[in-house]
Nanobody, 124 residues
Framework: QLQLAESGGGLEQPGGSLRLACKATGGTLENYSVGWFHQVPGRGREGISCIAAANHRKFYVDSVRGRFTISRNPAENSVELQMDSLKPDDTGIYFC?????????????????WGQGTQVTVSS
């Protein structure tokens, strides 16, 4: 059974950077499409970026494109999200999720495995 654990969250000032990691145990994460999701109080989890298993294609929503970079780290069996030029609106809990089906995408419903989330706060 694949298990995911996020790390790297914290408090950062606007314009700063954070690097989140989604580390897997119980399976090889390269075989899965992986998505990152952002959640704020009162709202559902919104997909912001994903990386496909088959061809490693990367996808970003408009609000993070050019600021966030998703990548795989096979040596750590993880997927990372480099977050640059952080904004207060980036504040929230970040979850990673994995699926064996297709390229993943932004719909939380297609993912079978989830981490527990990591808090990111962007504030001066």
């Amino acid at each position: 059974q694949l298990q995911l654990a996020e790390s790297g969250g914290g408090l950062e000032q606007p314009g700063g950077s954070l690097r989140l990691a989604c580390k897997a145990t119980g399976g090889t994460l390269e075989n899965y499409s992986v998505g990152w999701f952002h959640q704020v109080p009162g709202r559902g989890r919104e997909g912001i970026s994903c990386i496909a298993a088959a061809n490693h294609r990367k996808f970003y929503v408009d609000s993070v494109r050019g600021r966030f970079t998703i990548s795989r780290n096979p040596a750590e069996n993880s997927v990372e999200l480099q977050m640059d030029s952080l904004k207060p609106d980036d504040t929230g809990i970040y979850f990673c999720a994995a699926t064996l089906l297709g390229t993943g995408g932004y719909d939380p419903g297609v993912y079978d495995y989830w981490g527990q989330g990591t808090q990111v706060t962007v504030s001066s």
